[in-house]
């Protein structure tokens, strides 16, 4: 483990190759200067500092002291972005019934009033419901820094991903500042489905000291640090008819029988069986069959008692 006060300094894992301009990670180059790195901010000259006898984490540092402006968020905000330049798929996370609900959504009555009408209520399970699963999807293109507007409401997007069917999803990494009040509230106007990316877990996680494919394969894959932001509402209702027709088909899967009884009240307002009467009824008929296996029993004994007095004759 490293000490506290060495976290707290800031690491570059990464840095330009000043040759090629390819990214390179501490681990992979040559120590000090040899490394032929500079800064992605600066174009300053970057020190490797992962010598083996070194034990301080594998970093890169600027050379001389620096005036350079670069904080680790900016840092980390620029090597997402260097991510998406690389990938052409990203994993969504799932979608809940949580994720498509409005201050004072008038929805939630109406799936009260069919789990209500099925004997249920609406408790966290049905809150929790996934109604549309994680899932990777190709984009075509990609844009940094988008400014999207509106006649009232200006934003400037981290990350805008542009798919097949020209639909956009904004991306929004953030590593100490998550997207404020006043952002959100634009978003909402503005009606654009947003997901951010929570960079901090896996920077402590890895001690500052990762890879460029491990940091791409976190962005790619991992869904618990992705969150939706803000859904778009054309999309919201489709997945509102989604959530119906999936609820009423697991309340059918899951208990048939209560079901099947108010269906058929439903149908024939004569018939009032429910699940008490029928387990009482069912409970009748297992007696009456005992009855019944008595009365055999008694009725073949009468009968092998008159055929004995018969030959006995």
């Known amino acids: 483990m490293y000490s506290e006060s060495e976290l707290t300094r800031v690491k570059y894992a990464i840095a330009i190759d000043k040759t090629t301009g390819e990214l390179k990670d501490a681990t992979e180059v040559q120590n000090g200067l040899k490394c032929n790195c500079v800064c992605w901010n600066c174009s ?4 490797a500092i992962n010598s083996p006898q070194n034990k301080k984490i594998k970093h890169f540092r600027h050379f001389v002291k ?4 670069s904080n680790y968020e900016s840092y980390i905000h620029w090597l997402s972005k260097e991510v998406f330049k690389s990938i052409n798929k990203l994993k969504l996370p799932p979608i809940s019934f949580r994720e498509i609900l409005r201050l004072n959504d008038p929805f939630i009555a109406m799936v009260e009033a069919v789990l209500r009408n099925s004997g249920l209520r609406l ?3 049905y809150y929790d419901y996934i109604i549309q699963p994680a899932q990777y999807l190709q984009f075509e293109k990609y844009s940094f820094e988008s400014q999207i507007s509106d006649i009232e409401n200006t934003i400037r997007t981290d990350i805008v991903l542009i798919f097949q069917n020209n639909e956009e999803l904004l991306i929004e990494p953030f590593y100490t500042n998550r997207i404020d009040g006043k952002k959100l509230s634009k978003l909402q106007t503005l009606d654009r489905s947003v997901i951010s990316i929570d960079l901090i877990e896996f920077t402590n996680k890895n001690h500052f000291a990762f890879s460029f494919d491990k940091f791409k394969s976190f962005i790619v894959d991992d869904v618990i640090s992705k969150n939706w932001v803000h859904i778009r509402s054309s ?3 489709k997945l509102k008819i ?3 027709n999936l609820l009423k088909k697991n309340i059918q899967e899951k208990e048939p029988l209560k ?9 024939n307002h004569d018939l009032h069986l429910t699940v008490s009467e029928e387990n009482t009824l069912l409970h009748e008929i297992l007696e009456r069959i005992e009855q019944l296996k008595h009365e055999i029993k008694v009725n073949k004994d009468k009968i092998d008692d008159l055929e004995n007095q018969f030959y006995l004759r």
């Open 123 to 125: 408790d966290k399970l």
């Open 259 to 267: 079901y099947l009884i108010r269906k058929l009240n439903k149908e």
């Open 44 to 47: 300053e000259d970057m020190v």
């Open 66 to 69: 620096s005036n350079c402006k």
């Open 235 to 237: 999309k919201i209702e």
């Open 242 to 244: 989604k959530y119906l």
